[in-house]
Nanobody
Framework: QVQVVESGGGLVQAGGSLTLSCTVS????????MAWFRQAPGKEREGISC????????YYADSVKGRFTISRDNAKATVYLQMTSMKPEDSAMYYC????????????????????WGQGTQVTVSS
């Protein structure tokens, strides 16, 4: 059984930093591209940062480019999202997702094709 579990969400002040983690079990992690999506109330789901299954390629949405960094540790079956210079508009539910053998930009742009999702972790940025 595949499990995708996010952690690290919370309340942070504007300008602050937060790191999310996503640990996966039940699949061969090193063959899966990983994605971070977010969705705020009343807004569409947005693929903000993704990393290829090899870890060699990353993708960032313009809204987070230069502020967020995605990385993965295949030995720990974990993907991370380091968030810095956070803004109130970063407030959302953050979801981790996995799809096998996918390119970074592809997994970020095709959420309907992703089979495995976590339950999400809430991030709130106060002004």
């Amino acid at each position: 059984q595949v499990q995708v579990v996010e952690s690290g969400g919370g309340l942070v002040q504007a300008g602050g930093s937060l790191t999310l983690s996503c640990t996966v079990s039940g699949l061969r992690f090193d063959t899966f591209a990983m994605a971070w999506f977010r969705q705020a109330p009343g807004k569409e789901r947005e693929g903000i940062s993704c990393i290829s299954w090899s870890g060699g390629k990353t993708y960032y949405a313009d809204s987070v480019k230069g502020r967020f960094t995605i990385s993965r540790d295949n030995a720990k079956a974990t993907v991370y999202l380091q968030m810095t210079s956070m803004k109130p508009e970063d407030s959302a539910m953050y979801y981790c997702a996995a799809k096998q053998y996918y390119a970074a930009e592809s997994i970020c742009s095709t959420p309907d094709r992703i089979p495995y999702w976590g339950q999400g972790t809430q991030v709130t940025v106060s002004s």
